[in-house]
C-alpha cells in the first residue's frame, strides 16, 4: 500500500427524500463520508463475462479503514460524477501497519 495509490476522490452517500413543501417529495443525498481511494477497473472473469452491463463499469475500490466507519452495501458511491452501486460485501486487506477495506462498485 502507498499513500500515493490513493489519488481517487470518492463519496459514500444514501439516498432518500425529503418534503417538497406541497404534499410531495424529493430525492436527497446524504454525504456520509468523502474519501482518498485507489480504484481498478474490474479483471475480465467468467462471472463478469455473462454480465456485459458490468464488464465496463465495474470498479475494485481500495480505502484505508477508519475507524467508526463502517461501508454498507445500501451505500452508493459517487466517482467522476458517476453514481455506482456497492455489489460486494466490504472486507479487510492487512497492509504493513495499515488495513484496507475493499469493496467492488459498478455504474448504477
Do not use: H
Not at 432518500?16 to 475480465?44: C, F, H, M, N
Not at 466507519?69 to 460486494?88: E, H, L, R
Amino acid at each position: 500500500m502507498k499513500l500515493g495509490s490513493y489519488n481517487q476522490k470518492i463519496t459514500f452517500f444514501v439516498e432518500g427524500t425529503e418534503s417538497d413543501g406541497y404534499g410531495g417529495t424529493q430525492p436527497t443525498e446524504e454525504i456520509i463520508l468523502s474519501t482518498w481511494a485507489r480504484v481498478e477497473q474490474l479483471k475480465r472473469s467468467s462471472s463478469l463475462e455473462q454480465n456485459q452491463e458490468l464488464l465496463n463499469e465495474a470498479y475494485k475500490v481500495f480505502i484505508q479503514t477508519r475507524q467508526g466507519f463502517v461501508i454498507d452495501v445500501a451505500m452508493m458511491v459517487k466517482w467522476k460524477g458517476k453514481t455506482f452501486k456497492i455489489i460486494t460485501p466490504p472486507y479487510t486487506n492487512d497492509v504493513l501497519m495499515n488495513q484496507e477495506t475493499i469493496i467492488d462498485i459498478c455504474q448504477s
